[in-house]
């Protein structure tokens, strides 16, 4: 867990006394914004050095939230990691009172394109480190079975022996009688032949 020691404002405050909800959203990407590049480990291995791009905030207001001496406390935890996108949970609290609950989720930016790139290896391992042990595991065993995907190779082609003589007529015959006609769609020409149809492929779960 990233833990920032966040002040709040007396001109936080609203009308109704307590610290208005649009300043709460601000205090989570404070805590974001502390992680991403004020970390120790982010400085220190100029992590996300082009920046990154909030892509989505869901929040749940908890508690109403006033304004003390006190600091709050905003805590991030990693939940799961994409191939470009981070989505990161954030507890905004003060003493034993969760006040906001947020899950934001950060893309990585590309400097020259201003658009979303992948996570490094680096970058990884360093947002790893700030997930549950059972998260980590499960995005540990998604990156070994991406990675053991990638890199199995096809099998060779086996080209046969070509077949001559009386046997290839045999062959050719028996391939005639069990091959069931194809109908050929109204309006087309006798000899055209029908289309082919595409084997329909089934869609599997993105890890990112």
Sequence with gaps: MHVLSCPTRWSDVDEN???????????????????????????????????????????????????????????????????????????????RLTFMRARTVVVARDRESGRSRALSPAERIFLSAFMADAARAQAALAATTVTAATTVTAPATVTAPAVVGAATTVAAAAVTATTPAQRVPGGAAAGAMAPSRRPRRRCHASAG
Excluded: K, M
């Design 17 to 95: 006394g307590h610290i208005n909800n649009a300043r709460l959203v601000g205090y989570v990407q404070e805590g974001i914004y502390d992680l991403f590049r004020h970390h120790e480990t982010a400085v220190r291995e100029s992590l996300f050095a082009s920046g990154f791009i909030i892509a989505r905030h869901e929040i749940d207001y908890l508690e109403q939230l006033h304004h003390r001496p006190e600091p709050l406390s905003v805590r991030l935890t990693v939940e799961r990691l994409g191939r470009s996108s981070v989505q990161v949970e954030v507890n905004v609290c003060r003493d």
